[in-house]
């Protein structure tokens, strides 16, 4: 009796034992594998972005041409959509009657002057008179009187003539300077108004000016953009043409309007740019790319290793064989890679591909990922959107 109680006392310890050892292979099955993930080291490098503003092209200066006196248009001399010089006669309005006009003015400041020759004569006259007590005084008082009013006559001919010649200059319109000039609004024969009548429409071209809108909380960095001279090697203005590709030539800061607009809370930018081939012209919309303050030497990644999880943004860290999970800050994107402003250190190696499998602390070996564009996301996790650094209406973009 006693050797069977023995027996089944060591039957039991080998099941039990047996159970053990089951439990502990089932578990090390189900330890799990290491994933095999893709790394890119954080690049400590020289990011230049740009904020973007939407612009318009607008001539530095504009003039409308309009007729100062009226009559019939006799002449053209001009083609029109052609740059013109300063000076050059554009439109003529019937001159005769305005140079018959001058002519009677010379004419009578010639007759006022003989006039007062005259009484100039009569005076010295009536004096040696007046000396010998032969004349009255009042004969005397009133040649000096009749002097004085000859002299007045003689100047108010005189500003007739100016009067004449100022309205026969105008019946030649110039170009108030060198500009591009744009289609006639009216033809030979055309009658014209004084004040009233469009004839055409002249602008400056070169330099010309490109206008945008920024936020009134950025008005204290423009400020600073205004003792910069631009030219060629000063890239902080630089146009971007409709059709995408960037213009050749950089802007200076020309002028920061005088107010701020109180409904939409921005405030017009101006800035001058050189345009010596005709390529922008007035009224095309562009886009002006402002040279982002915060450009420099900044930590750089590619943009897929980031995720997001619930509004904050996450990478994957290489560390031997785990993988850490670091909270980071973004800056702007550069085509394909972005700037993380902290959480990480240059020289990382940041986990590119296979992280959709991963959580913090998982093993990790280096390697192609097994699966990794059908594998399923980490739970609240999932790509991280475009970073947008948008204020007052700009957009960040790399160079």
């Not at 006799?74 to 083609?79: M, R």
């Not at 006039?115 to 009042?138: H, P, S, T």
């Not at 590709?245 to 920061?256: H, V």
């Not at 059908?374 to 970073?387: D, I, L």
Request: charged residues 20%.
């Amino acid at each position: 009796m006693k050797q069977h109680s023995l027996l089944l006392i060591c039957a039991a310890s080998a099941m039990a034992w047996s159970a053990c050892g089951n439990k502990s292979g089932q578990q090390q099955q189900q330890a799990p594998p290491a994933t095999p993930v893709q790394t890119a080291p954080v690049q400590d490098t020289a990011a230049i972005y740009y904020d973007k503003y939407p612009a318009t092209v607008v001539a530095l200066n504009t003039v409308e041409l309009r007729a100062q006196v009226s009559g019939f248009i006799t002449g053209i001399f001009f083609q029109e959509g052609q740059v013109v010089e300063k000076g050059k006669p554009l439109y003529e309005i019937d001159r005769r009657k305005y140079e018959a006009a001058y002519n009677q003015a010379v004419a009578n400041v010639a007759s006022a002057k003989a006039n007062l020759v005259k009484a100039q004569k009569d005076i010295d006259r009536y004096n040696k008179l007046a000396e010998q007590d032969a004349i009255a005084r009042q004969v005397v008082d009133n040649a000096e009187a009749a002097f004085e009013s000859q002299k007045a006559q003689v100047a108010v001919a005189e500003a007739a003539v100016r009067s004449a010649a100022t309205d026969l200059d105008y019946a030649v319109i110039k170009a108030p300077f060198t500009g591009r000039i744009g289609i006639s609004q009216v033809k030979l024969g055309a009658q014209v108004s004084p004040g009233t009548t469009l004839l055409n429409t002249i602008s400056s071209e070169d330099p010309i000016a490109v206008q945008f809108v920024v936020n009134q909380t950025e008005i204290s960095r423009f400020v600073a953009y205004e003792g910069r001279k631009g030219g060629a090697g000063d890239s902080t203005f630089q146009v971007q043409l409709p059709d995408g590709t960037m213009y050749t030539n950089n802007g200076r800061l020309y002028a920061i309007d005088r107010g701020v607009d109180n409904q939409t809370a921005t405030i017009n930018v101006k800035v001058e740019i050189p345009n010596p081939k005709d390529v922008l012209k007035d009224g095309m919309s562009v886009s002006m790319r402002v040279l982002n303050d915060l450009s420099g030497q900044r930590m750089v990644i590619p943009y897929k290793a980031v995720i997001e999880q619930m509004g904050e943004f996450f990478v994957f860290v290489a560390q031997d064989s785990i993988a850490l999970q670091r909270k980071i800050h973004l800056g702007p994107k550069l085509r394909d890679r972005i700037v993380v402003t902290d959480g990480i250190q240059p020289g990382d190696l940041v986990i590119t591909e296979g992280f959709q499998r991963l959580r913090d602390s998982s093993k990790i070996t280096l390697g192609p990922p097994a699966g990794a564009a059908g594998a399923p996301a980490a739970a609240g996790a999932q790509r991280a959107k475009p970073a947008s650094a948008e204020a007052g209406g700009k957009k960040p973009e790399g160079h």
